[in-house]
């Protein structure tokens, strides 16, 4: 229902152009790791995926199951809640690995949250948390990585800005781009997997900026979880 949702409203606030990888492919059981700008762009991505025959189980943070209607669509999908800072939080990657074992694609955000500030420009994915490289290693599932831009013209910053944004934009109808790059395998220990993810991901973001510039040097993984 999410997937379908998404796919009817989104072209309502901005105009969505998906491309991809002459290789890319989203075979059953591969994880989609995306960059996370906006409250927004998980709707996107969705809309997105599902241009491509692709429903994915997303992780999603824990929070959201307890919003009224967007809670119960959350649970009768099978998303994956992600609880931090709790013990619970490892039961997470079991999910999404169950998830994977039934040939399910799951979406998950490498960075772990949204980056602050109001302003609507595009930037480069931030560190990526561990859980992708825990996941992929458990699992040896394929990792498919995703760039999006414009999200944050769709929705940014807090409170009324927020909503603000959000209720122009269906007049303003921003450009949302998103770019899926070939799958790949990760290798290494936990910090060379998640630096490779993270790299993957921020060359498909470059693509879906249109820019031709290299992309920023590898960043440390830290050992932060999911």
């Known amino acids: 229902m999410l997937s379908r949702t998404a796919a009817a409203l989104v072209p309502f606030f901005g105009r969505l152009t998906v491309t991809l990888?002459?290789?890319?492919?989203?075979?059953?059981g591969s994880i989609v790791a995306a960059n996370h700008t906006s409250l927004s762009d998980p709707?996107?991505?969705?809309?997105?995926?599902r241009r491509q025959g692709v429903e994915p189980v997303m992780m999603a943070a824990a929070g959201l199951w307890r919003v009224p209607i967007l809670g119960r669509a959350l649970?009768?999908?099978?998303?994956?809640?992600?609880?931090?800072?709790?013990?619970?939080?490892?039961?997470?990657?079991?999910?999404?690995?169950a998830a994977l074992a039934r040939g399910r694609i799951v979406l998950i955000y490498g960075e772990g949250g949204i980056p602050d500030g109001a302003l609507a420009t595009e930037t480069p994915p931030r560190p990526f948390?561990?859980?992708?490289?825990?996941?992929?290693?458990?699992?040896?599932?394929?990792v498919v990585p995703l760039g999006q831009t414009g999200?944050?013209?769709?929705?940014?910053g807090s409170g009324p800005r927020?909503?603000?944004?959000?209720?122009?934009?269906?007049?303003?109808?921003?450009?949302?781009?998103?770019h899926i790059g070939a799958p790949v395998r990760l290798t290494g220990d936990l910090p060379t997997a998640t630096t490779q993810a993270h790299a993957a991901v921020t060359a498909a973001w470059l693509t879906a900026a249109g820019r031709s510039v290299a992309p920023p040097p590898p960043v440390a993984a830290g050992a932060a979880t999911v």
Do not use: K, N, Y
Not at 21 to 28: F, I, N, Q, R, V
Not at 43 to 49: C, E, P, Q, R, T
């Open 21 to 28: 990888d002459g290789d890319a492919e989203l075979a059953p």
């Open 43 to 49: 709707a996107i991505v969705l809309a997105a995926l």
């Open 75 to 97: 649970a009768r999908g099978g998303h994956v809640p992600v609880r931090r800072a709790d013990p619970r939080a490892a039961g997470c990657l079991e999910d999404a690995a």
């Open 129 to 142: 948390r561990s859980g992708l490289a825990r996941l992929a290693a458990a699992t040896g599932a394929p």
């Open 151 to 156: 999200a944050r013209r769709v929705m940014s």
């Open 162 to 178: 927020q909503l603000a944004v959000l209720a122009t934009a269906p007049l303003r109808r921003p450009d949302l781009r998103v």
